[in-house]
């Protein structure tokens, strides 16, 4: 009650419920919170890290010698007419950009269970703010990878100037299924366990290790390009070192990713509401 013995205006926050209110643009108003997690996140990675970002270049480069030497040497499977090691790191780049961002994403409302039952915000800016350390590694690794290119005398093509479209493309298949994930992971802590396991199994079924080519044409290729990542990696390896070009496989890629980005907000912002209480 106030001093005129009137009632009091009480203002209560919620957030938007049902499957229609995404409110996506509540999300530019908290945008200085995206960069503070974001930050923060940067931070934890590398500050107790004795060789911090140096991580960056040791893991990719470590698995891009391994495929080279037992796929590239021994298995002789072909690289499209470049180095095999050029055409494994062109296919490490995306894929670390993607797993590191699933591993992160995906339990990233679990590891902020203090800030999400505390106060209120949109709760899609946690998984996005994890985002933006596998960036950093990115453009690491895409450093190197201009060191590889130098060394073995390749020359970029017009090609790379498409580059910046497939980053987005990795970023968005990443966050697609990481929607699904961080929100499944707030009910069922088996999703913890089951993430290493899906990053360890989409190496193997997407192209990074071998060229797409070798999976036969027709249908088979269809079923191939089912996984989001094949149309991503072609699309990177088309942009650095003027491979295959994407094609219908790279659309079928993209729809995929659609769909399960669309379905992953909508699932993602029916869950928002019980977060605080089951986290």
Known sequence: MTKNG?????????PPTGWISLN???IWSYR???YFLAWRDILVQYKQSAIGIGWAVIQ???LMVVFSVVLGKFAGLPSEDVPYPLLTFAALLPWQLFASSVQRS???LVGNASLVTKVYFPRLIIP???????????????AVYAVLMVLYGQDLTVNVVALPIFMVFALITALSISLWLSALNVKYRDVTYVIPFLVQVGL???PVAYSAEIVPGGIWRIIY?????TGVIQGFRWALIGASPPDVTSLVSLGVVIIVMVGGLFYFKRMETQFADVV
């Open 106 to 108: 995906g339990q990233s």
């Open 225 to 229: 390009s089912l996984n989001p990542m």
């Open 6 to 14: 009137e009632p009091a205006i009480q203002t209560i926050m919620e």
């Open 32 to 34: 200085e919170l995206l």
């Open 24 to 26: 996506l643009g509540e």
């Open 128 to 142: 996005l703010s994890a985002l933006v350390v596998g960036i950093v590694d990115f453009l690491v690794g895409l």
């Open 60 to 62: 990719p480069v470590a």
């Open 204 to 206: 193997l079924v997407s």
